[in-house]
């Protein structure tokens, strides 16, 4: 079962800016640039003393393995997790649901990046983590995405991340081309000459292993988010 999240002291849903709030920001901005810790707070509606309900979602995603780990927990175990609760299991239960029934319906559409817009948004729950991470998203030879898995958590630099491991799944899927992403917990998503480094090197091994680097994203707060690619960094 997930650890209970932590309690320290932060401001209010009703503290936030207006324009920041999860449900004003997809009433106005639609739901794209929204990230899935943002959606799942929109469902939760509240956190509990202590927690606020971005806290309360950010935790959720973080020790549950992201959407598709959450959607796997059992409902008794999900209600049994300070700050959800039987009525908050049975709504994110009937989400996932009908989530999963959709999917069933449309077997073969897979999403497809056309843009680092696209896949800063599929990664856009990155932007709330406290932690630095990596991960990649595996696309075919139509840039359809067949997984994105996480690669990395701490700290994203040549000392610590192993370039073979970040293509042991591309590999295993057949993949043709990936795209990385990592996140700064800072919020700033300004590349770091290490973040050029690195990139320089997976670029490398990727040629080797047939298998393009197509982009390297940066994923800071607020939908924000930096292409290496666009900005000439590593590639």
């Known amino acids: 079962m997930p650890r209970k999240a932590r309690e320290h002291p932060a401001h209010t849903i009703q503290a936030m800016q207006h324009d920041e709030r999860p449900r004003e920001r997809l009433w106005h901005l639609g739901p794209s640039v929204m990230s899935d810790a943002e959606l799942i707070a929109i469902l939760l509606r ?61 077997p073969e559409e897979k999403p497809r990046i056309s843009s680092p817009a696209d896949a800063a948004r599929m990664l856009s729950d990155m932007g709330v983590l406290e932690q630095e991470e990596m991960r990649i998203l595996l696309l075919n030879t139509k840039n359809q995405v067949l997984a994105r898995p996480r690669a990395y958590q701490g700290s994203v630099h040549t000392t610590v991340v192993r370039i073979s491991e970040l293509f042991r799944e591309a590999v295993r899927q057949n993949a043709t081309g990936i795209i990385l992403a990592h996140n700064h917990p800072s919020g700033d998503p300004t590349p770091s000459p290490e973040d050029a480094a ?27 988010f930096v292409s290496l690619k666009e900005r000439g960094l590593g590639f």
Not at 65 to 86: C, D, F, M, N, S
Not at 198 to 224: F, M, N, Q, S, Y
């Open 46 to 106: 509240t956190g509990y003393k202590g927690v606020n309900v971005m806290q309360v979602s950010a935790h959720l995603l973080e020790e549950c393995g992201r959407l598709a780990g959450l959607a796997r927990v059992p409902i008794r175990e999900l209600a049994a997790i300070k700050g959800i609760g039987q009525v908050k299991a049975i709504e994110l239960y009937a989400c996932f649901e009908l989530g999963r029934r959709i999917a069933a319906a449309n």
């Open 198 to 224: 690195i990139t320089r090197e997976i670029i490398k091994a990727g040629t080797l292993l047939d298998i393009e680097v197509l982009d390297h994203l940066v994923i800071g707060a607020h939908g924000k």
